[in-house]
Nanobody
Framework: QVQLVESGGGLVQAGGSLRLSCAAS????????MGWFRQAPGKAREFVAA????????DYASFVKGRFTISRDNAKNTVYLQMNSLKPEDTAVYYC????????????????WGQGTQVTVSL
């Protein structure tokens, strides 16, 4: 299996930036597509961004496109989410997920999940 550990969350002011990291265990990390999801209080978990196993393809939710960038370093078994121009509505717990066989918008298609990291954006 794959174990995922997120880090980099915290408290920032609106307009600021954060870079989330997701470190994966195992030597087969490069075979997995990776995704970021988030869940705010009282709301359903939603798709944020995803990246193919090679890093050659990406996809983003419309509400973060142009502000967030997903990337990966397979040599370090790590996927990143660079978040710029943060808004209060970005406040949520952010989860890293791994899926074999490609990108998906659906949380139900991911096989492994991290514990989440809290991102709070103040006014």
């Amino acid at each position: 299996q794959v174990q995922l550990v997120e880090s980099g969350g915290g408290l920032v002011q609106a307009g600021g930036s954060l870079r989330l990291s997701c470190a994966a265990s195992g030597r087969t990390f490069s075979a997995y597509a990776m995704g970021w999801f988030r869940q705010a209080p009282g709301k359903a978990r939603e798709f944020v961004a995803a990246i193919t196993s090679s890093g050659g393809g990406t996809d983003y939710a419309s509400f973060v496109k142009g502000r967030f960038t997903i990337s990966r370093d397979n040599a370090k078994n790590t996927v990143y989410l660079q978040m710029n121009s943060l808004k209060p509505e970005d406040t949520a717990v952010y989860y890293c997920a791994a899926r074999r066989s490609g990108i998906s918008w659906s949380q139900y298609n991911y096989d492994y999940w991290g514990q989440g990291t809290q991102v709070t954006v103040s006014l």
